[in-house]
């Protein structure tokens, strides 16, 4: 069970240094968070421990995501598989929906986004209009996310979600 979880964070064949980054990014992402917003009086403990839970999931996925092991990993996996990773990514918006209160509408839109973005690029197979076409789509979503109406705690959640899925998973690093 320990060696299924591993592999699914790090992958196949992690070493130990990326999977410190990986982890201290995690750590430090969502400490950071929480001790930015720790002066808001929306953030009572529960808030808190969610909005870690998220950061660090979310940041430490952006890492795991471009590193060698996790990308080679989900990169060999078939595209039916890629795409289910995708979908099953709806849990973050959600969690932010449901637990914190966060309004349905811009954090519905951004899935929706992610999930068009990670299709697209997940169907171009030239490596490197794969990695451009990704960073397009993820600096255009990022305008659009700070067009919306999102409370201020979680307005880093839109940029940190469309790297780790659009341009951290989809995009297959290791080609050339």
Not at 80 to 106: E, K
Not at 107 to 128: D, K
């Amino acid at each position: 069970m320990l060696e299924s979880v591993s592999k699914l964070l790090f992958g196949a064949t992690p070493n130990r240094r990326s999977v410190a980054v990986i982890l201290m990014a995690a750590l430090m992402g969502g400490i950071a968070l929480c001790a930015a917003y720790a002066a808001d009086d929306a953030l009572t403990a529960g808030v808190a421990v969610v909005v870690f839970v998220l950061a660090a999931d979310l940041i430490g996925g952006c890492v795991a995501n471009v590193s060698d092991s996790t990308n080679a990993t989900y990169a060999a996996k078939p595209l039916r598989d890629r795409i289910v990773f995708l979908l099953a990514h709806a849990f973050h918006p959600a969690l932010a929906v449901v637990a914190l209160g966060a309004p349905i509408v811009p954090f519905a839109a951004l899935y929706g986004y992610m999930l068009a973005s990670g299709l697209i690029v997940l169907g171009v197979r030239e490596a490197s209009m794969q990695r451009q076409i990704a960073a397009a789509l993820m600096a255009v979503g990022v305008v659009g996310w700070m067009l919306l109406d999102v409370p201020r705690l979680l307005l880093w959640f839109g940029p940190v979600y469309l790297f780790k899925l659009i341009y951290g998973f989809s995009v297959e690093h290791g080609r050339r």
